[in-house]
């Protein structure tokens, strides 16, 4: 069945860029009617959605994050990206990507950024 | 778009049943029928346990349903159990897409 898997650095420094990857197995990234998507939860805290991307390489940010949020794809690798500019503390949190068919499903097992110098 | 209205905490005996209610407005809840619910245990990824307002994934029991009534969408969870203690969010379609707050559900 469909998987997904976050990857990157588990420590990030203020003002820095955040950068993850998503690796899809078990199905096609390029598969129609699908978007992709980045969602976080700050410690202890509720869900936030980061963006979501189609294979074709369209995207819809939250507009409270659009100014430091990229998402990409790359469907040759059958992954998408995230990537979160200027971090601060408060960016620290598990971050998820999960199949964006409204609704998410499946998810990833979600990766830990901690942003401190 | 801010953040769906969810009640911090609800509780239940076992067997009993609870509702958690999601509000939005009529930009989101209200003006689309994609409204999902997801349950999260501690340090586990949340799992997809109603979408379409009502639908059931395959596998997720039938002590769980959904319903919506304007900008207010509701999770029903019948005949209690332990193992429902966790927390439940709901999430909304809004041209883009927003959670709620989440409620902590706790079985006494």
């Known amino acids: 069945q469909l998987q997904l898997q976050e990857s990157g650095p588990g420590l990030v420094k203020p003002s820095e860029t955040l950068s993850l990857t998503c690796t899809v197995s078990g199905g096609s990234i390029s598969s129609s009617s699908y978007y992709w998507g980045w969602i976080r939860q700050p410690p202890g805290k509720g869900l936030e959605w980061i963006g979501s991307?189609?294979?074709?390489?369209?995207?819809y940010y939250n507009p409270s994050l659009k100014s430091r949020v990229t998402i990409s794809v790359d469907t040759s690798k059958n992954q998408f990206s995230l990537k979160l500019s200027s971090v601060t503390a408060a960016d620290t949190a598990v971050y998820y990507c999960?199949?964006?068919?409204?609704?998410?499903?499946?998810w990833g097992q979600g990766t830990l950024v901690t942003v401190s110098s | 778009q801010s953040a769906l209205t969810q009640p911090a905490s609800v509780s239940g005996s076992p067997g009993q049943s609870i509702t958690i209610s999601c509000t939005g407005t009529?930009?989101?809840?209200?003006?689309?029928?994609?409204v999902s619910w997801y349950q999260q245990h501690p340090g586990k990824a949340p799992k997809l346990m109603i979408y379409d307002v009502s639908k059931r994934p395959s596998g997720v029991s039938n002590r769980f349903s959904g319903s919506k009534s304007g900008n207010t969408a509701s999770l029903t969870i019948s005949g209690l159990q332990a193992e429902d203690e966790a927390d439940y969010y709901c999430?909304?379609?809004?041209?883009?897409?927003?959670f709620g707050g989440g409620t902590k559900l706790t079985v006494l």
């Open positions: 999960a199949r964006d068919n409204y609704p998410f499903d499946p």
């Open positions: 991307i189609y294979y074709s390489g369209s995207t």
């Open positions: 999430c909304s379609y809004a041209g883009s897409r927003v």
């Open positions: 009529s930009s989101d809840v209200g003006g689309y029928n994609y």
